[in-house]
DNA sequence: CGCAATTCAATTGCGCACAATCTAATTACG
DNA sequence: CGTAATTAGATTGTGCGCAATTGAATTGCG
């Protein structure tokens, strides 16, 4: 017990806890900073990226959806009834492949659009950091899944 | 729509939605090079972070821990009883102040934090960085949290 | 003391995430 | 051609995450 910080097994241990805590506690406040914001929408912060996809490019299949968000259809069939449900999407059989689904905006989803830009400016000022700042950290982040994802093979 | 990158609004626009898909994205990655490696332990990944917080500190009650990961009793009270069921933890009433019921390893629960220092390390592996990237990354990712958090008051 | 305000946990309800399974449609291959 | 393998999406079941409500215990204040 006299050796601290000098083991590096437990110096190991205990930043990977904290590098645990540290990205868990982010995405929380990040989805807790977006859900005020994101009300008035009417969205969540999952049907929120959602739209973002749509928005930089519409009549999209569930398929193509789900790899930009790294979700399965199990999270994304019910979330996309709930969005048609809301009037902001409709879900239409492809006619050529009739197994895709494809999405696309509706007047109003396409609308929102608008008043989503007011979110973004909003979390900007959140993230409290130059643009430099997120620039970076944005890299650092999609750097960091991709070894996390390339270490799972 | 000639100006492109120019465009101040747009452009923060896009960031904010690159921001969004990368804390997401990692925050998932990590989420997902856990599961694997807390399988055979039996824990899922916010249960190992409970686990974590009491290894660090054995005997705390609910809302410490809740204070600790950022969680609250709806989401941590069926949590603790699957790790009671487990027989990882046990719960009990404190004598003085019978609101509150402090979470104490079981002896089984103890001594799973020994199997526990093989997911340190390879999650260290997968993170891949070396010691000083994972520092500055925690680092970063605390300073953004707590500039989110301040941010709604 | 006695009552109001506060605090701690539990519960309920809704919305993700994801594994596993299922159905239907399409493609590949002998 | 026809069957097997693949692909897309939906469904089911488990486990978070959080808001809102409830109920019990404690604290604060007159």
């Known amino acids: 017990m006299q050796k601290k910080a000098r083991d590096p097994d437990n110096f190991e ?3 990977d ?3 645990c805590f540290a990205i868990y506690g982010a995405a929380h406040a990040f989805t807790r900073t977006y859900k005020p914001l994101l009300e008035p929408l009417g969205l969540t912060y999952p049907q929120y990226l959602v739209m973002i996809t749509l928005w930089e490019e ?3 299949p569930v398929k193509a959806i789900g790899d930009r968000l790294g979700l399965d259809s199990g999270t994304l069939s019910p979330l996309l009834k709930r969005l048609e449900q ?3 999407v409709a879900r239409k059989r492809d006619r050529d492949d009739e197994r ?3 999405i696309s905006l509706t007047a109003k989803g396409d609308e929102l659009r608008h008043q989503a830009t007011g979110v973004a400016e909003a979390i900007g000022k959140a ?3 130059g643009l430099e700042g997120a620039v970076a950290l944005r ?4 750097a960091l899944k991709q070894r996390l994802t390339k270490a799972g093979e």
């Open 13 to 15: 241990i205990k930043l």
């Open 17 to 19: 806890a904290q590098l």
């Open 58 to 60: 519409d009549d999209q």
């Open 86 to 88: 809301s009037g902001l």
């Open 100 to 102: 895709q689904v494809r």
């Open 127 to 129: 993230v409290g950091c």
């Open 139 to 142: 890299d650092e982040l999609i």
